[in-house]
């Protein structure tokens, strides 16, 4: 079964923590770069951060340095984020990039005071 299962969002402080988790099944994740995106409401969903298969990173300017992607032997995919601001509350979503149709549920980060 292709599929995609976010998980660790929640309410957080500015200046707060989260540490989220994806966890792909299916062949068209295994050896592709995979990245996180998020979607705020009323903006279109963006990429924050990507890793290749190699373990190459990439991020948006606007997370670079606060954020960080990494993935295990088992192609789970995390993204540990430090430093959370109110800007960054969003719907996270993991998917390969360059993205597939397959998209999970996501999960949610609010960061708030």
């Known amino acids: 079964q292709v599929q995609l299962v976010e998980s660790g969002g929640g309410l957080v402080h500015p200046g707060g923590s989260l540490r989220l988790s994806c966890a792909p099944s299916g062949s068209i994740f295994s050896f592709a770069a995979m990245g996180w995106y998020r979607q705020a409401p009323g903006k279109q969903r963006e990429l924050v951060a990507s890793?290749?298969?190699?373990?190459?990173t990439n991020y948006a300017d606007s997370v670079k340095g606060r954020f960080t992607i990494s993935r295990d032997n088992a192609n789970t995919v995390y993204l540990q984020m430090n430093s959370l601001k109110p800007e960054d509350t969003a719907v996270y979503y993991c998917?390969?990039?360059?993205?597939?149709?397959?998209w999970g549920q996501g999960t949610q980060v609010t960061v708030s005071s």
């Open positions: 890793i290749t298969r190699g373990g190459t």
């Open positions: 998917n390969r990039v360059p993205v597939s149709s397959i």
